[in-house]
């Protein structure tokens, strides 16, 4: 059952060092104070997981908080690279970083076989790719009905899953509304899973076939407005492009980089507080 506490309890709790976490969402909804709070704890020797790595796996990968990466694709999305992702793969700064690379269907499917309790994802791809190449995990299996050569890859089966919502009630119970992305196989794989929310209501007032997380499936619920920033959150927030863009020149070097992460993460007790000093900065 989900305990409804805050997100610096949730993490003190719930992630410990050289776990296996997933922080999901796609587009919107990415659980960036949680990658945040990861930081100011000083979490290490993380395997992370991520379809899409972006700002939130570029802050921990520079903060040496991660020692793999499983993932299929990383970017700042429409501005280029992580530099900080980049930096630790060509000149292991600040460590040395491992990296797993998949396709998207790949991972994908990898999240719903380890939410179904399954060992591995079975999938038609990479007829013609050469990531296999470069993957040893991608191995392949001959259907015993068809004769058909398919590709298998190991589920994922996170030790700490977190996302971000819009709504849980007071009983933990959680409302995910507009793009998924695969945040709930992403949840239901986990052993333990940390919900961020816009809100928490007396009734979810879900409508027909939205997507409800229970509370049973979930290790915490936590209060975080504006959690998502500077990803938007469907009926709550929008996109903040301006950060996407201001985020490339600050993650380009070392020093500007640990700079930033030390005025407003390590130097801020929380998300709140990283909102209100980022937001004094903006206005200057």
Not at 50 to 55: A, G, I, K, Q, V
Not at 56 to 76: E, M, P, Q, R, T
Not at 209 to 236: D, E, M, Q, R
Request: charged share 20%.
């Amino acid at each position: 059952m989900a305990e409804i506490i805050t997100l610096r309890e949730a993490v003190q709790r719930f992630v410990n060092d050289g776990d296996t976490v997933a922080l999901e969402g796609f587009t919107h909804l990415i659980p960036t104070a949680a990658s945040h709070e990861l930081i100011r704890q000083g979490k290490k020797d993380l395997t992370l997981v991520r379809m899409t790595p972006d700002l939130v796996y570029d802050l921990l990968i520079g903060a040496g908080c991660a020692k793999k990466l499983i993932f299929s694709w990383g970017g700042n999305p429409g501005v280029g690279s992580l530099h900080r992702l980049r930096d630790a793969v060509e000149k292991q700064w600040p460590q040395p970083l491992e990296i797993e690379e998949h396709s998207h269907a790949d991972l994908a499917n990898a999240y719903v076989a380890g939410a179904s309790g399954l060992p591995f994802a079975v999938l038609r791809a990479y007829a013609g790719s050469d990531l296999p190449k470069v993957n040893p995990l991608i191995k392949s299996v001959t259907c015993p009905f068809t004769g058909e050569v398919l590709a298998a890859v190991p589920s994922v089966r996170p030790d700490v899953t977190v996302i971000h919502a819009q709504k849980a009630d007071r009983k933990g119970n959680v409302l995910i509304q507009g793009i998924l992305g695969v945040q709930k196989e992403a949840a239901l794989a986990a052993k333990r899973a940390i919900v961020t929310v816009e809100e928490i209501v007396d009734d979810l007032n879900a409508p027909m076939n939205a997507c409800v997380l229970p509370t049973w499936a979930l290790a915490a619920v936590c209060l975080v407005p504006g959690g998502a920033h500077p990803s938007y959150a469907h009926g709550y927030s929008e996109r903040d492009n301006r950060f996407y863009q201001d985020w490339d020149p600050i993650a380009r070097s070392r020093e500007s980089f640990t700079a930033w992460i030390d005025a407003f993460i390590r130097g801020t007790a929380d998300f709140s507080e990283y909102k209100a000093k980022l937001a004094a900065q903006e206005a200057k």
